[in-house]
């Protein structure tokens, strides 16, 4: 069993930066595939960003790449979003999730095994 808690979120300008982090339960985090997904209102959760469990293999979303940045700390159990110049569409809740089972960076949420209650981010224009 992993148990995610994110935090970082809340009300930021178009243009601005945040990180965003979540913490994991347990010490089975090294053996986690880790992503991040976002939901905005009436619309499906989606892929944003993942990464394997050494960090060395990243995937981003179209919509995010060049501007988010994946990382984990497998020391501190916790992996990262740093979302840079953000866009009033990035608004959403961000979910962080965990796969167990294979070391693949899958962007299919149906993959993942175990979600956080997420956090909110909220891009003024």
């Known amino acids: 069993q992993v148990q995610l808690v994110e935090s970082g979120g809340g009300l930021q300008q178009a243009g601005d930066s945040v990180r965003l982090s979540c913490a994991a339960s347990?010490?089975?985090?090294?053996?986690?595939?880790m992503g991040w997904f976002r939901q905005a209102p009436g619309k499906e959760r989606e892929f944003v960003a993942g990464?394997?469990?050494?960090?060395?293999?990243?995937r981003y979303a179209d919509s995010v790449k060049g501007r988010f940045t994946i990382s984990r700390d497998n020391a501190k159990n916790t992996v990262y979003l740093r979302m840079n110049s953000l866009k009033p569409e990035d608004t959403a809740v961000y979910y962080c999730?965990?796969?167990?089972?294979?070391?693949?960076?899958?962007?299919?949420?149906?993959?993942?095994?175990?979600w956080g209650q997420g956090t909110q981010v909220t891009v003024s224009s």
């Open positions: 999730a965990a796969n167990q089972r294979i070391n693949q960076v899958f962007i299919t949420k149906e993959n993942f095994d175990y």
């Open positions: 990464i394997s469990r050494g960090g060395f293999t990243t």
């Open positions: 347990g010490r089975t985090f090294s053996s986690c595939v």
